[in-house]
């Protein structure tokens, strides 16, 4: 069992890379061995290597710099996963692929199904439509996850700015009215080594045929519940604190005050509700999902010993 990784260097590549490793023969890149950007440096690659599976943990999430980037958006969020799943469709390989709450333009007010129709408002979030629209066309074994709000105890995110802020800044203001679900990459990597093992991509190990469930397609996967970003920061505040690792804030809750998508000033367009259901995830794959609280908690008590280690 062959597997290639792309995005070593990210959160979520660098998440991934003990969970195979375990599991199965690696090859992780970043940018240095293959530039995204590069279509016939990813097809020399995958030519050259003959994976069985594929998993882009790689993209170009850089929101607002996006509305000035797009052709470079284009060609690492559309092509790049396009070109990847060409070339797995070739192989016959399995081709895992991330795409995000931001296909969406937030206003429905229920939460999103994966049949619910798309309307990116956002450079970022067309791009990555376009991305799984390259992959579904290109791959029969795919296995594309939306989510929201990736975090995760090392690299940048919104529990680490928060952190990293409440150290330097007695008064901050945080946006109230989005709203969606922190997701955690340990969720995201277990989720998806557990999917994989019940589509008989059992990573190292033998599947009998007549076992395998072979789900393939489009699936949100967030952790239960909801909330917006300023109480997904006063919650990363209050647990910090009681984990010791708010000994040097000067940031008190009280001073974190609320503002709205309309006063704070972004390049791009945010969807107000980013929410999605997990029914889909759930009922396929026989799925208990855990809500989100408990993977801000995780990734803090794994900041807390990094700190005190």
């Not at 072979?214 to 239960?224: A, K, T």
């Not at 009681?242 to 972004?266: A, C, H, M, W």
Request: aromatic share 10%.
């Amino acid at each position: 069992m062959k597997t290639l990784l792309f995005g070593k260097d990210g959160q979520l590549g660098q998440e991934f890379i003990p969970a195979i490793q375990a599991r199965s023969e690696l090859l992780a890149v970043g940018r240095k061995e293959c530039d995204l950007a590069h279509p016939e440096q990813i097809q020399t690659l995958i030519r050259s290597y003959k994976p069985d599976l594929i998993i882009n943990a790689s993209a170009y999430t850089a929101v607002d710099q996006a509305e000035n980037e797009s052709t470079l958006a284009q060609l690492i969020n559309t092509q790049a996963p396009t070109v990847m799943a060409r070339e797995a469709g070739d192989l016959g390989a399995a081709l895992v692929h991330y795409s995000t709450d931001y296909v969406f333009d937030g206003m429905k007010s229920g939460f999103y199904e994966e049949t619910d129709v798309c309307n990116p408002l956002s450079v970022y979030g067309s791009t990555k439509y376009k991305g799984e629209l390259g992959v579904v066309d290109n791959c029969l074994r795919h296995l594309i996850f939306r989510t929201s709000w990736v975090f995760s105890a090392h690299g940048s995110n919104f529990l680490n700015t928060i952190i990293k802020l409440a150290r330097v800044k007695d008064e901050l203001k945080v946006i109230d009215d989005q709203w969606g679900a922190p997701t955690s990459t340990s969720l995201i990597v277990a989720t998806t080594m557990n999917i994989l093992q019940k589509n008989g991509i059992i990573l190292g190990d033998a599947i009998s045929s007549s076992t395998r469930n072979q789900y393939w397609g489009l699936f949100n996967l967030v952790p239960l519940g909801e909330t917006n970003w300023h109480s997904y920061a006063l919650y990363v505040l209050k647990r910090a604190g009681e984990l010791g690792l708010g000994n040097d804030f000067v940031l008190n809750p009280s001073k974190i005050s609320r503002t709205t998508s309309k006063e704070y000033s972004q390049l791009a367009t945010r969807p107000l509700n980013s929410r999605l259901s997990t029914h889909k995830i759930t009922q396929f794959f026989e799925l208990q999902l855990p809500q989100w609280r408990e993977g801000v908690d995780l990734e803090l008590q794994k900041l807390q010993k990094l700190n005190f280690n």
